[in-house]
T-cell receptor
Framework: ETGVTQTPRHLVMGMTNKKSLKCEQH?????MYWYKQSAKKPLELMFV???????ENNSVPSRFSPECPNSSHLFLHLHTLQPEDSALYLC???????????FGNGTRLTVT | AQSVTQLGSHVSVSEGALVLLRCNYS??????LFWYVQYPNQGLQLLLK??????LVKGINGFEAEFKKSETSFHLTKPSAHMSDAAEYFC??????????FGSGTRLQVQP
């Protein structure tokens, strides 16, 4: 497989559930990102990891918890979410921060 | 600081007509500039990028963009629209090796 792979593609969860989104990149990149895409809003950068170290956290609520065990894998752990957290969550990677970014197809999250 | 403004959230053209999607950026240093396209239920795909050198950049699917420093613009054009060009287009900027900042997107409709 090539590129950036995200699983699951769709997720429906209740507000009391705990779930995780997974992202894997096969491009040999050093930087990985989580973006949130909501209807009628610009793409929001959530977290940036460079060489497994978190370098940006854009005031994301603590109910979103990222994990980057190595340069190829990125997780987003979710707990006690709110309905307004329903969105498309996009993972991306790049060789270095600030360079060309490659996106996965996203996880469509619905919080009920 | 870096930011992007895309003028027009929706643009509609006839098949065969010129496509012009506008993007203006703000950056305190020479920027890297990107255009991405997003089809329904997919992630973002890179159309073209400007880093340094020639200011007219050609991308995939017949698209091109011109970096105009004096106007802080990076408008996307295509001489002749095709039905398959219908999608959402995002302009993005990166400065000083920071993660990309995206515009709010322009939805392109192509009428037969």
């Amino acid at each position: 497989e090539t590129g950036v792979t995200q699983t699951p593609r769709h997720l429906v969860m209740g507000m009391t559930n705990k779930k995780s989104l997974k992202c894997e990149q096969h491009l040999g990149h050093n930087a990985m990102y989580w973006y949130k895409q909501s209807a009628k809003k610009p793409l929001e950068l959530m977290f940036v990891y460079n060489f497994k170290e978190q370098t940006e956290n854009n005031s994301v609520p603590s109910r979103f918890s990222p994990e980057c065990p190595n340069s190829s894998h990125l997780f987003l752990h979710l707990h006690t979410l709110q309905p307004e957290d329903s969105a498309l969550y996009l993972c991306a990677s790049s060789q270095d921060t600030g360079g060309e970014v490659h996106f996965g197809n996203g996880t469509r999250l619905t919080v009920t | 600081a870096q930011s992007v403004t895309q003028l027009g959230s929706h643009v509609s053209v006839s098949e065969g007509a010129l496509v012009l999607l506008r993007c203006n950026y703000s950056s305190s240093v020479p920027p890297y500039l990107f255009w991405y396209v997003q089809y329904p239920n997919q992630g973002l795909q890179l159309l073209l990028k400007y880093t340094t050198g020639a200011t007219l950049v050609k991308g995939i699917n017949g698209f091109e963009a011109e970096f105009k420093k004096s106007e802080t613009s990076f408008h996307l054009t295509k001489p002749s629209a095709h039905m398959s060009d219908a999608a959402e287009y995002f302009c993005a900027v990166s400065a000083t090796r920071r993660a990309l900042t995206f515009g709010s997107g322009t939805r392109l409709q192509v009428q037969p």
